[in-house]
Every structure is written in C-alpha cells, then in structure tokens.
C-alpha cells in the first residue's frame, strides 16, 4: 500500500510539474507530437516499401539457359556448380527440361494458332529450347554479380535477370530509407533536448524541496521518480495527435489510392492490424523519449 501511495503521489508532483511549466511543456509535447507523426509516415512508407521489397526480392529470379546439346550429366554439372555459389538458394533451385518448356508452351498457345502447330512438331531431336534452371538469391544487392559467376560455369549457354530493376529501383529505395531514419533521428534528439530543458527548470523550481528530501534521508530513487514520471507524461501526451492521425490518415489513404502507394507497383500493407502496431510503436517510443530526456537531466543536474 504504502508503494501504491508513493506511485500516485509522485503522479500527482509530476502533473503539477507539468502544468506549473505549462509553455516548455506544451513545447516539448508539440515537438514530440512532430517527430512522432514524421517517425510514424516514416514508418508507414518503409514498411510498405519494404513490403514491396521483398515482393520484388521474392519476384527476381535468374534465368540460366544451359546448352541445348548438354547432355543429362553436363546438365547436373551446372547444378552442381549452382549449389556451391553461396548466394543462391539451394532449396529453390527449379529446373525445366526442353520437354517440359515445350509442354508449357503449348499449355499456353491457341490450339488453332500457327505457333501451336510449330511447337507441336518438334521433337527431342529438333527442339530448339534451351534447357533451364530457375534460381532465387539471398542478397539481392548481390545479383548482378552472381549472375556474372554463373555465365562462367562450363556449359552455361546465358543468364537473364531483370537488371534494370536490381540498378535503379532498388538504390533508390535505400537511398529514401536511409535518409528518412537520419532526419527522424535528428528530431528525436531535438525532442529529448526540450524535454531536458522542461525537467531543468522543474528541478530548479524544487531545489528547496530536493534539499529537504536529502536531509531527511529519501532515497535517490524516490527524488528521480517524479521527474521520470513527468517525462513519461509528455511523452505519451505527445503521442496523442500522432497517433489518432496515422490510425484515420492510413485508413482514409488506403481506400481513396486503391490500395495503392504512388503507383500500382506498391500495394499497401491492410490497415488492420498494421495501424495498430504502428500505434503502439510511437506510443512507447513517445514514452522512451520522454523517460530518456527526464532521466538524464536528472543524473546531470540533480548529482545525486
């Protein structure tokens, strides 16, 4: 009981803190409530965009056509060289034979078109397809030159893979990434300075008070609470418009773009249950920040 009534008290000193500093405070909730709410788009766009990574990752696949005239046991050869390449998924190597192409051409052609009746024709002897094996990366950075150790492989007739989309789209999308973490950073540590300020003129405000409580022997822990307490406070009160924006700001997005970002390439991850794992992500980040800020002006300017 007595612990319970330590907890509120010092939730009380805390919401009085607030409002006794009421314009750093607003300060300090406004300027959490910015970061939170870039920290939040941010994080919408990267998992959408990760998302449409890893489709695309998932999607890009390299085509190794081997000799036509390769016998069953070159074929095997080229496989076995394919396995000992690190960056290649061992577990999705698919291979197609010259018969199995043909099946599928077929599978897909008009019966009554000319190309139907062409590719009827052939036999094992006068088939022109290429043998071929269908194979998955780990790295997709890794890709190009992947693809480059493959075309020496004895054996191997050529290697096709969607090089424009490994050059330009994915660069860009890191690129994007890295800059959007480096500005939400710098607002998250412009967020724990005014915080800072907000718990310094608090315990200023208090010194007497802090010098009485050390006198009569109260614990560090018990002074340092409060302040904590307060950052807490204007971490999760910052948290409130950002928040309530992504959750109705997604929703809306999400029906008036089709269920798509920017262009039909992306399509959006579904708002439920995506918004509200994104909700508790910025509440508990407001809260750190918040706790972060109180905590260490503490240790700084109180000394104790």
Known sequence: MKAIRIFFRNVGSALKSISRNLSLSMASIICTSITLLIVGIAFVLSANINGFTKDLESSLAIFVYVDK?????????????????????????IYKSKAQLK??????????????????????????????????????EELASTAETIRKINKVDSVQYSEDV?????????????????????????????????IRLTIFARKSEIEIMRLVGISNFVIKLPFV????????????????????GYIIAYDKM?????????????????????SLILVALGAVIGMIGSYGTVRKYLKI
């Open 229 to 248: 307490i307060e950052g807490l406070f204007l971490g999760l009160i910052g948290a409130i418009v950002p928040v309530t924006t992504i959750i109705l």
């Open 258 to 278: 089709d269920h798509h970002l920017f262009t039909n390439l992306i399509t959006m991850i579904e708002p439920m249950p995506f918004v509200i794992y994104v």
């Open 103 to 140: 099946d599928e051409t077929l599978s897909n052609t008009d019966k009554n078109s000319a190309l139907y009746t062409i590719v009827n024709s052939w036999t094992e002897e006068n088939n022109p397809l290429k043998p071929e094996y269908l194979i998955s990366v780990k790295e997709i």
């Open 166 to 198: 490994v050059d330009n789209m994915i660069p860009v999308f890191n690129v994007v990434e890295k800059v959007t973490w480096i500005i939400i950073i710098g607002l998250i540590v412009v967020t724990i300075f005014l915080i800072c300020n907000t």
């Open 69 to 93: 005239d390769a016998t069953e046991e070159e074929i095997e050869a080229v496989k076995s060289k394919l396995l000992e390449i690190k960056n290649i998924k061992s577990d999705q190597i």
